[in-house]
């Protein structure tokens, strides 16, 4: 199933800022829909290229891929659709609409947000309407992966009521908070890096498996 399919019953996953093979690997295990792949120089969780041939193929297509990358360059866009097989693309930075969907060509694309009190949503959704999902983030130093939550308040109920279906929340989760956030929001899915790791950009096996067990956990609760 695809990270941007809605269905009711069940909250997608995505783990983001994978970087070793055993990453990939317990993600199979724990059959999640999607892996994030960094490809923003200053994060921790960066990938180079050859490692990214590597995750992108190691699955044999169990798992979505999905490329973040932040104002990326021609040259750079280039170089990711050269080695790595990509199934959906994440912007995390000031990327117009146009330019989003330059990029992604004829793969689907979602778009983050990065919420504070000064966020102007509608604007943003109004935008990125073509967009196959957005990302609520929290506003952090580094774009992602910083381990904070924003307040879920200011989302608007109604706004979350029209476009939970088009929502990956992400912002801080883990496996203490994922069940309280699913059930704020019923959003499209969840999207995790610092709260699965032990340390920046090392992930934990452990924490992987507790996160996606909450998930599901709730996914069965409303059957």
């Not at 990939?24 to 960066?46: H, K």
């Not at 090392?202 to 498996?209: A, I, Q, S, V």
Request: aromatic share 8%.
């Amino acid at each position: 199933m695809s990270l941007v399919e809605y269905d009711p019953r069940v909250t997608r996953i995505k783990i983001c800022g994978l970087s070793t093979p055993a990453d990939v690997q317990m993600a199979m295990e724990l059959q999640i829909d999607a892996i994030g792949l960094v490809f923003y120089p200053p994060s921790p969780r960066l990938l180079n290229m050859t490692q990214a041939f590597e995750l992108s193929r190691l699955h044999h297509g169990q798992l979505q891929n999905v490329a973040l990358v932040v104002d990326a360059d021609d040259d750079l866009v280039k170089s990711i659709k050269e080695h790595c097989l990509i199934d959906i693309w994440q912007f995390h930075g000031n990327e117009s609409a146009e330019r989003c969907a330059q990029i992604a060509g004829n793969q689907l694309w979602i778009k983050a947000a990065r919420i504070d009190e000064n966020f102007q949503l509608d604007k943003f959704s109004l935008q990125y309407r073509d967009a196959s999902a957005w990302i609520l983030d929290a506003l952090v130093d580094g774009y992602g992966g910083g381990g904070k939550t924003f307040n879920w308040d200011l989302i608007p109920r109604t706004w979350i009521k029209e476009n939970a279906h088009r929502v990956v929340l992400s912002g801080g989760l883990n496996a203490h908070n994922v069940a309280e956030a699913i059930s704020h929001f019923r959003p499209l899915g969840v999207d995790v890096s610092s709260g699965v790791e032990i340390s920046k950009g090392k992930k934990d096996p452990e924490l992987m498996r507790k996160f996606v067990m909450q998930v599901k956990q709730m996914n069965r609760s409303s059957d």
